[in-house]
């Protein structure tokens, strides 16, 4: 007899996903203005909270520049 319910396994995390990802982070910020070098001295979770409140805003590209200045 089946069971009722079918469980499922989650599915695995994959770094070349998640490399996708942040690269696509990047591009989205380097296109608000942000420089490329100062990206790179960010870590993962630096770059989703940079996009995070940048996000939708207007003035973008001046709250971007003044995050990005304060990291320096």
């Known amino acids: 007899m089946k069971p009722r319910k079918n469980f499922r396994t989650r599915p695995k995390k994959h770094g070349a996903k998640k ?19 100062r990206l790179d001295k960010l870590n993962t979770v ?16 001046s709250l971007l520049a003044r995050k990005v200045m304060a990291k320096k």
């Open 46 to 61: 630096e770059i989703r909270e940079l996009l995070k409140e940048t996000a939708g805003k207007r003035g973008a590209r």
């Open 19 to 37: 490399r996708q990802k942040v690269l696509a982070q990047e591009r989205r910020l380097i296109a608000l203005g942000c420089d490329k070098e």
